[in-house]
């Protein structure tokens, strides 16, 4: 039987924000599993902001290239599969794999991973329960190193690691201060029980409204935005600060890729500490985040959410969105 899968490919490098135009969707015939094969139709994808760079012509993907021109692009995927000439896989069997953006694929049995759900909703792997919440939880309590009575700022808050973020550090007894665009996005983080939460895009001073959400000053900034509120998280910080720098989403549309943080001399007066992290090089403590996890989304201490689009069709659109503030939580593309 033939099977016809949809793809999107990268038609051209964006110049600043990316379009609609930047992709294209093909349809091409997904091939005949050979030996050791497995083939697979995706049930759910993830875009992610991390995607920007590697649409770009630089290599700054060290463990995978960027995208290709007039190729299909590639990303975290949860799928079933449907044909199997591999004994580890079978038909119905529940999969991981970087092969997103496209609604089915042949591949070898070595390119996928099975997915043991744990009870959870498989989709829950691309979020919480995947490699977002891990990168949540390793900045916060590895990177950040989390102490008693620690006051924590948390910018792209309302997002998928950013919510994360701010849900362990409540369950571990913090002051949190959220920053997050929009109405909607305050009410759901007072809604998981987040201190302070700063609209920033309606406040006039954003370095202001952090002073006055955290008058003694903050220990930890879980930084995913870079930019004015990585200068508003200097300005704050207590001496021996900690900064989980995590991504920094304000720059990445910008040709200096958002150079010129203003502030920075405080780091040496202030003796604080800046550490940068990929989460694919910790993958070792992802165990012990994933038994943590399951304990708080059973009891109901941890809650995910997710923002969806529906179709292929519909991926580009989503990654978009991530530059608009379009999502709340995990941003997901369901492949119906
Ligand atoms: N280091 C790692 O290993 C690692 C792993 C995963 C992700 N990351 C990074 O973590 C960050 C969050 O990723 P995510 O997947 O959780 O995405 P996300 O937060 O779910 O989505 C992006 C959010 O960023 C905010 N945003 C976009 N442009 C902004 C701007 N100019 N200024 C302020 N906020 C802006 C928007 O929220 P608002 O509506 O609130 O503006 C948007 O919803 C990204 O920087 C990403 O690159 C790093």
Redesign the pocket.
Known sequence: MTLISREVHLRSRPVGMPTLDNFELASVTVGEPGAGEVQVRNLWMTV???MRRWMDDVDVRSYAPRYQIGEVMSGGAIGEVVRSNDAAFQVGDLVMSELGWREAFTAPASALRKLNTLGLPPQMFLGVAG??GF?AYL?LTKIAGLKPGDVVFV????????SVVCQIAKLMGHTVIG????AD?VAFLKEIGVDHVID??AVPDLTEALMAAAPDGIDVYYD??G???LEAALAAARTFGRFAM?????G?NLADGGAGIRGMRQVVGKQLRLQ?????SHLALMPEYLSQMVKWVESGQLKSRDTVEHGIENAPAAFL???????L???LVKLD
Request: hydrophobic residues 40%; aromatic residues 10%.
């Open positions: 992610d902001p991390a490699l977002t990168t900045g910018s792209g808050a309302a997002g998928a690691v950013g920053s997050a665009g929009g996005k920033y895009k995913n935005v930019g004015e509120h995590c991504g920094a989403i304000a990445y940068g992290f990929v989460v694919f969105k991530l530059f608009t503030g379009g999502n939580g995990k941003m």
